[in-house]
């Protein structure tokens, strides 16, 4: 089993559709959780980081975390074209100066 | 533009050479990481760089080093390539210190025919 599991769609959803997209883990020692977003021939740029468990909202996206479950979300509200994209789950253990653990990505198209 | 700069964009090999990809980190980002991301593995880590000094190695075979010079620019080395060692390599740096964000470069894209 990896230690962070993503389905990897691809996911197709209308203009203004919401968008849930989820990541499992393995290891309970993960406390930072992070989304990030992919275009096509880009590299990663974050969308969304977090601390432990709970909700951080940012404009149109926010981010869960239920550690108990082991399972994060991120939540696309009226989601456009420009959101189609790869997004990547990634966590660690620590604060800072650790590798990120990612999941293998999402592919969204969102169409007009 | 996220600060990171990778260079080459783009590299065609053939098996068996060797090539060196380069990353300038933020200015001010004393941490430098290189990520493999190929399509049936996802994003992975190869080996972090702290101020100089190796840090932390994730899944890099022996045939790949690195190292970061005092100028805090990172060079990844492949050497002896295969046809699988095709994929994008990434750079990533981050303040570390303070906390896990990186900052990904545009990376480079490898082909080995």
């Known amino acids: 089993q990896k230690e962070v599991e993503q389905d990897p769609g691809p996911l197709s959803v209308p203009e203004g559709a919401i968008v849930s997209l989820n990541c499992t883990y393995s290891n309970s020692a993960f406390q930072y959780f992070m989304w990030y977003r992919q275009y096509s021939r880009k590299g990663p740029e974050l969308l969304m980081y977090?601390?432990?468990?709970g909700n951080k909202e940012d404009g149109r996206f926010t981010a869960q975390v239920d550690k108990s479950s082991k399972y994060i979300s991120l939540f696309i509200r009226d989601s456009q074209p420009s959101d189609s994209a790869t997004y990547l789950c990634?966590?660690?253990?620590?604060?800072?100066?650790?590798?990120?653990?990612f999941g293998k990505g999402t592919t969204l198209s969102v169409s007009s | 533009d996220s600060g990171v700069t990778q260079t080459p964009k783009h590299l065609i090999t053939a098996t068996g050479q060797r090539v060196t990809l380069r990353c300038s980190p933020r200015?001010?980002?004393?941490?430098v990481y290189w990520y493999q991301q190929s399509l049936d593995q996802g994003l992975q880590f190869l080996i972090q760089y702290y101020n100089g000094e190796e840090r932390a190695k994730g899944n890099i075979l022996e045939r790949f080093s690195a190292q970061q010079f005092p100028d805090l620019h990172s060079e990844l080395n492949l050497s002896s390539l295969e046809l699988g060692d095709s994929a994008l390599y990434f750079c990533?740096?981050?303040?570390?210190?303070?906390?896990?964000?990186?900052?990904f470069g545009a990376g480079t894209r490898l082909s080995v025919l």
């Open positions: 977090t601390y432990s468990s």
């Open positions: 200015s001010g980002d004393l941490s």
């Open positions: 990634a966590m660690s253990e620590h604060q800072a100066g650790t590798a990120l653990i």
């Open positions: 990533a740096s981050s303040v570390d210190f303070v906390s896990n964000i990186q900052y």
